[in-house]
T-cell receptor, first 112, second 115 residues
């Protein structure tokens, strides 16, 4: 079993839909959870950063972490064509100088 | 947010040549930078951890003599792909963590094509 599992998609939704992206993980030591957005041929851009369990909201984006289930989610409300990208979950056990473990990424297309 | 730059953004070279890629943190100081490689439709794979003033730590399976990393200052790390071969063609991305802590900020990536 890989440390971080993420469905690669592709996921195609109509504009305005609510998008749910998910990752599961096996390492119970992970405490820091991130979602990155990566456009084609570009570096990843940090979207959300969460510590431990709970919810965090930023505009149209909501990140949820359920450590008991080892499951994290990213919700995108009122999805826009500009949200079309690959979304990568990432996590680590420690903050600071610790490498991140990434999921494979989910390709999302929002159709106008 | 914090800005990390990479240079060049893309490079095409002949097999056997060496290529140097620079990673700079533009508005913050970073004691640690990471180098990743990403193949098409794949996730980011960590290659090495670069600490300012000390030797880089390489992940298993990454040849340290082939991928030379130098972290000479708090704002600059370089990755040199020595004697590049076509199988080294990939998207190389660096990231940096601020001295103040927090998460990693990624550069825009460097696309390497070895002919």
């Amino acid at each position: 079993q890989k440390e971080v599992e993420q469905d690669p998609g592709p996921l195609s939704v109509p504009e305005g839909a609510i998008v749910s992206l998910n990752c599961t993980y096996s390492n119970s030591a992970f405490q820091y959870f991130m979602w990155y957005r990566q456009y084609s041929r570009k570096g990843p851009e940090l979207l959300m950063y969460t510590y431990s369990s709970g919810n965090k909201e930023d505009g149209r984006f909501t990140a949820q972490v359920d450590k008991s289930s080892k499951y994290i989610s990213l919700f995108i409300r009122d999805s826009q064509p500009s949200d079309s990208a690959t979304y990568l979950c990432a996590m680590s056990a420690n903050s600071g100088n610790t490498p991140l473990v990434f999921g494979k990424g989910t390709r999302l297309s929002v159709i106008a | 947010g914090a800005v990390v730059s990479q240079h060049p953004s893309w490079v095409i070279c002949k097999s056997g040549t060496s290529v140097k890629i620079e990673c700079r943190s533009l508005d913050f100081q970073a004691t640690t930078m990471f180098w990743y490689r990403q193949f098409p439709k794949q996730s980011l794979m960590l290659m090495a951890t670069s600490n300012e003033g000390s030797k880089a730590t390489y992940e298993q399976g990454v040849e340290k003599d082939k991928f030379l990393i130098n972290h000479a200052s708090l704002t600059l790390s370089t990755l040199t792909v020595t004697s590049a071969h076509p199988e080294d063609s990939s998207f190389y991305i660096c990231s940096a963590i601020s001295l103040l802590g927090g998460t990693q900020y990624f550069g825009p990536g460097t696309r390497l094509l070895v002919l």
